[in-house]
């Protein structure tokens, strides 16, 4: 569990890192960033995670997602975890981007030969959390949230439906919510999870509300330019679980916005507010 | 000087555009990219010029440097030209990321092979914003600011002393604020501009306020931990000059950050600011 850190440079007031470590869950040297707000000494600081999407590193929210001035302002510490294990001896697919390295779909893998490191649920929810505890002192992880976009929205949904007592608070940027019945997801849950279904909803958003999980509230932005809108995301499928199951859902339709972190850079600091008021309650 | 839309995305309730166009000052395409924030049909805005630094391109700040929330809760266009030119037949120099492309150090070049397409000064100085105009009916060319980073800090000093009635606002992120003698741009200047360094002079900030060239008021904000603080930027060359002209200069040294994009971004909104209050007055 030893921490090596990669990069440090200060930032709004506060300092962002990358930091790698050998990672027992997934087997392979994993990356990861933390923004660490400017804040009193012996302060404690609510943590809150950003799982990002398919093809995505550590690197790209960190770079283009516009969260530290609000992180800043409101006394965050925002964790970006990579999106699956990478490198020597990880399965992977050349030419497929929506299976293996950059799409772990945050779930434990069962299948061979993806069990041996496809266990990002794992690694997000128990690993990484313990790592982040030991390594920042200022973290409280009395008061985590979650967020996420895309295949990290996905990540979000289902951790905070699985962990309610885990994490206080939980939104998503144009989120995959039924991701076994989206074409783009379905390849990786067949090779991570097998051709058995059932096994599935365990990993799903809209699955996991109609089999009877719950959390307070959700807040979801999902543009309406996105070109992904109809295929894989379909926010209204979370929209009509949530409704059956009488869970609360901000669903928030922005017009003309795509797919893209100009996008999400957009709603970033709503969404940072949003976090705030439930983790600083 | 048909321009032809490479990207449009919806942001931060305004747009951001990539464009292209075939350059006439640099005989070869340029890419550029503009916010427009969101505003009132009919109204017009001011339009604030950010010029990068060594390597980068258009795309650098536009991903990174967190301008759009403050430029649409402001109202200001941004307009981030491209820092040379670029592309078939355009000289440039395998290895050397401080002479030819991402290197065009703002001035009109005067020495065969770079004179042909190095006229980054009259491109972004007529050029630019003649297509600007016609392009963007909303832009107001009559209220115009510039700034940059680092090569992009240097170009908006120089631009602003040299056409102060053109630039009502003018600031700097750790500008190269005296590039004739400073090694990482002696190179540059000598294949540009010729060995004669009395030429050179009407392309440095620090020469031209010593040679009599003056602009109302400066900000310039530079890390303290910038690995090129003492031997590229060295602005207490350029408070000493404005000291000795009785030029307005706020330069404020910011502890422990360094040449990065994380140290852009974290000013970013004052800079916005400062712009604002003097293209809105």
Chains 1, 2 share one sequence.
Not at 135 to 161: E, N
Request: aromatic share 12%.
């Amino acid at each position: 569990m030893a921490l090596e850190t990669k990069s440090l440079w200060k930032s709004h007031g506060g300092t962002q890192g990358v930091y790698t470590h050998l990672s027992d869950a997934c087997a392979c040297p994993m990356t990861f960033a933390v923004f660490v707000p400017p804040h009193e000494p012996g302060s404690k600081l609510p943590v809150l995670w950003y799982l990002s999407g398919l093809t995505c590193t550590h690197a790209n929210v960190m770079e283009k997602g516009e969260y530290r001035k609000a992180a800043a302002e409101l006394g965050i510490i925002i964790v970006c975890p990579d999106t699956s294990p990478r490198g020597e001896g990880v399965p992977d697919v050349a030419d497929d981007w929506k299976l293996g390295c950059g799409a772990g779909f945050y779930v434990d893998a069962t299948v061979e030969p993806w069990s041996r490191n496809y266990r990002m649920a794992t690694y997000v929810t128990a690993e990484l959390p313990a790592l982040v505890a030991a390594a920042f002192p200022m973290a409280d992880m009395a008061r985590q949230g979650i967020f996420g976009h895309s295949m990290g929205g996905h990540g979000a949904l289902v951790l905070a439906l699985r962990n309610p007592d885990r994490y206080r608070s939980c939104s998503a940027f144009a989120p995959i919510v039924h991701p076994m019945a989206a074409e783009w997801s379905r390849g990786a849950f067949t090779a991570y999870l097998g051709p058995d279904e059932a096994a599935w909803r365990a990993h799903d958003g809209v699955a996991l509300i109609e089999d009877g999980f719950r959390f307070p509230e959700l807040l979801v932005d999902q543009g309406t330019a996105d070109s992904f809108l109809d295929t894989g995301l379909r926010p209204w499928l979370l929209e009509e679980a949530c409704s059956r199951a009488g869970m609360a859902l901000k669903l928030r339709m922005q017009q003309g916005y795509d797919h893209s972190y100009f996008f999400i850079s957009s709603f970033m600091s709503d969404h940072l507010s949003w976090h705030a008021t439930r983790l600083k309650g």
